[in-house]
């Protein structure tokens, strides 16, 4: 099955800085990457997401880059502010039969500081 | 956040006993997911559902069952045989249908169960 790697497991930046985080997937018949966002004890919500036909999208301070090739995608935050504090997933979707399962990372503690 | 709801927030479970959490979902979404998550890790999927009375087991459905009756309910009973049950369950639900590969995924507030 898929295999979803995401690294780093905690990242502290400064209020301003940018923020990376980095995927990888095992299964090359993945095609859609979502990053979801989840603060504690709370749901995780999607924040962008990409196909396997696309190489980048962005969103405003947000932006997803995906590398087909190499089976590596990633999240970039840009201008970080103290509400980015929270968890971030990858996950990579890979159609079976008739239904979609979606294989997580296992996520990135991102501690944005003043 | 409305759409997709879970209850109940908090269940506490004696060791022995099945327990079941309930989804229900108003987006007419024909997919239903249940994923578990424990402390520090990622979404782990146990089943997911693609349309009434048919439902698949994912990556670790050992110990939990599922029914799927109605198209807006995806029932799921944690029996005695899931020897490590507490965790933080997660329901989610798409469109399903052709385009499913690339819907989105709305997630539920979750259940958090402990076996005490």
């Known amino acids: 099955g898929e295999n979803v790697e995401q690294h780093p497991s905690t990242l502290s930046v400064q209020e301003g800085d940018s923020a990376v985080i980095k995927c990888t997937y095992s299964?090359?018949?993945?095609?859609?990457f979502p990053w979801y966002k989840q603060e504690l004890g709370k749901r995780p919500q999607l924040i962008i997401d990409i196909r396997s036909n696309v190489g980048e999208k962005k969103d405003q301070r947000i932006a997803v880059t995906l590398n087909k090739t190499a089976k590596h995608f990633s999240l970039h935050i840009t201008e970080t502010q103290p509400e980015d504090s929270a968890v971030y997933f990858c996950?990579?979707?890979?159609?079976?039969?008739?239904?979609?399962?979606?294989?997580f990372g296992t996520g990135t503690r991102l501690q944005v500081t003043l | 956040d409305g759409g997709i709801t879970q209850s109940p927030k908090y269940l506490f479970r004696k060791e022995g006993q099945n327990v079941t959490l309930s989804c229900e979902q108003n987006?007419?979404?024909?997919?239903m997911y249940w994923y578990r998550q424990d402390p520090g890790q990622g979404l782990r999927l146990i089943y997911y559902?693609?349309?009434?009375?048919?439902?698949q087991k994912g990556d670790i459905a050992e110990g939990y069952s599922v029914s799927r009756e109605k198209k807006e309910s995806f029932p799921l009973t944690v029996t005695s045989a899931q020897k490590n049950p507490t965790a933080f369950y997660l329901c989610a639900s798409n469109g399903g249908g052709p385009h499913l590969r690339y819907n989105e995924q709305f997630f539920g507030p979750g259940t958090r169960l402990t076996v005490l």
């Open positions: 987006l007419n979404h024909d997919a």
């Open positions: 299964d090359s018949a993945s095609n859609y």
């Open positions: 559902s693609q349309i009434v009375n048919d439902f």
């Open positions: 996950a990579a979707s890979i159609k079976t039969g008739t239904a979609s399962k979606l294989t």
